[in-house]
């Protein structure tokens, strides 16, 4: 048997990995959480959110004319090594991987309240309590990343077969959300508030002001990643000049309509004044929010609905990260072992188990931390950086490899890739200095609440372990010139 990644994903598999990748905390937490995190955005949510979907589609755009002309594994690295320059490729993609690496372990350890409040509203009280304990949450928060770890290395097909029930059901309990939300306004709302807790709120007009509207927008760009992760199973996809292009329009355009609705339907129910209120005091999400309102059965199926959301973001993005790992030792930038393919289920077994292994440590910086929102700012800003250098590719490409260039067959016309280029790097470059900002002037207790230095740090870490890789190559003597303007086999 060959030794070799296989091309097993369909059209269904590559949309549902970048669909999954996006759908989870960016619904159902990060829209409401955020009038915390930028307070005074108030009402604006959904036009900061429009506002987000432009660098995003054209970072989509990048990704989408790239894949077409470098269909392999780890595409991000091979997009930006291949045009740019193998550091700056290896730099893209290695903020890609650890900042959704951290993620994912945000993820694994934020999904486990809400089986906790699924457990409240079934009366399990006891079960609800055992969930409460905070070594109980991180052993939980492990559990399910190495579970996860462990159907990808089982195989695609597995992948597959675990993956898109779970979206279908996603989607079906999402729209629970979007039905329930549309059916109450605010004097529902307020009129249950009253009743259940003899409380009322004031909804004071709220002051526009470009500063907070624009840090919002930056940090609901992160609702759209994800899209990137079918450009990193690019090795492994079936007929990827046309799959992946589709593929990707599919989960941005798909997951941008849903979201607009899902978040409208919420907010059309709940007062951002009473979001933004509740935000201040305690962790809330869409579920929460809207239970003042809805028959606790129809509670549960949002909160269900919301777990499997964030449940369905861990393979995905497990997948992506991983094959990016595999991509650089395919290269010989890491080391070379975490290149190798399990002999009978042809996964990157090695590649997975470091990526597992990274996701782990953000479980456990999310417990001590306190606060899920440094490994969100910690991934907007690796993925800033990763989709600015997409759409320098996308510029230098034909200067820099002609050959490769010619390859592309989506949006083959010069110019327009130039336009979608330059707009998508001043866009991108505009939100990585608000995000940047935004966070070096937040008021923290310690320097490592930064996102900002935190990856500075481990990208320093990464520098000098490609310095000395990079150094072994070329004493072995290998052609780096040649290998790094050519794809794998």
Same mark, same amino acid.
């Given at each position: ?236 996809? *079936? ?79 497990? &997948? ?43 479980? &456990? ?93 481990? &990208? ?14 070329? *004493? ?10 050519? &794809?794998?086999?």
């Amino acid at each position: 048997m060959e030794n070799h990644l296989k091309r097993q994903l369909g059209l269904l598999g590559l949309a549902a990995t970048g669909i999954c990748s996006m759908i989870g905390a960016s619904i159902y937490v990060v829209p409401f959480m955020i009038q915390r995190n930028v307070p005074g955005i108030g009402p604006y949510v959904i036009p900061a959110f429009l506002f987000a979907a432009i660098p995003a589609l054209l970072a989509a755009f990048a990704y989408a004319i790239l894949s077409t002309a470098m269909p392999r594994a780890g595409g991000s690295y091979l997009y930006a090594s291949r045009s740019l320059h193998p550091y700056l490729g290896f730099i893209a993609s290695f903020s890609q991987w650890f900042g959704l690496s951290i993620v994912i372990g945000v993820i694994a350890y934020v999904v486990i309240p809400f089986f906790r409040d699924v457990a409240l509203a079934l009366a399990w009280t006891s079960v609800a309590g055992f969930l409460e304990i905070g070594l109980v949450r991180v052993g939980l928060a492990l559990f399910l990343i190495w579970f996860f770890t462990l159907i990808n290395i089982r195989g695609l097909k597995f992948y597959e077969r675990t993956l898109i029930p779970l979206m279908l059901l996603m989607f079906a309990l999402g729209a629970v959300v979007i039905f329930s939300g549309l059916s109450f306004e605010h004097q529902d709302f307020l009129q249950a508030l009253s009743e259940k807790e003899n409380r009322s709120i004031s909804l004071i007009d709220a002051e526009f002001s470009w500063g907070t509207f624009l840090t919002a927008a930056a940090l609901l760009f992160s609702s759209f990643i994800g899209f990137d992760s079918i450009a990193q199973a690019g090795g492994e996809a *079936k007929n990827p000049a046309k799959n992946l292009p589709k593929a990707i329009a599919l989960a941005i355009l798909g997951v941008g309509i849903f979201y607009l609705a899902f978040t409208y339907a919420v907010y059309h129910t709940v007062p951002w004044q009473f979001v933004a209120q509740e935000a201040m005091q305690k962790d809330i999400s869409a579920a929460g929010v809207l239970s003042y309102v809805l028959h606790p059965t129809l509670g549960i199926l949002i909160l269900a609905g919301a777990a499997i959301a964030l449940l369905n973001d861990l393979p995905a993005m497990i &997948l992506s990260v991983s094959r990016l790992v595999f991509s650089w030792a395919e290269d010989g930038i890491f080391p070379a072992r975490l290149s190798l393919i399990h002999p009978r289920l042809q996964t990157p077994y090695a590649a997975l188990i470091l990526s597992g292994i990274m996701a782990s440590i953000g479980v &456990l910086g999310s417990h001590f931390a306190g606060d899920f929102f440094l490994g969100i700012d910690i991934m907007v800003t690796s993925m800033l950086i990763n989709f600015l250098l997409m759409s320098c590719s996308l510029f230098f490409l034909p200067f820099r490899n002609p050959t490769l260039a010619r390859e592309i067959k989506t949006i083959k016309n010069r110019k327009v890739q130039r336009i979608l280029a330059i707009l998508g790097m001043l866009f991108l470059a505009t939100f990585l200095i608000i995000h940047i900002s935004k966070d070096l002037n937040a008021q923290v207790s310690d320097w490592y609440f930064h996102s900002t230095w935190v990856y500075l740090l481990v &990208l320093l870490i990464a520098s000098l372990l490609f310095a000395y890789q990079w150094t072994q190559l070329k *004493k072995s003597g290998v052609d780096v010139a040649k290998r790094f303007s050519e &794809l794998p086999d």
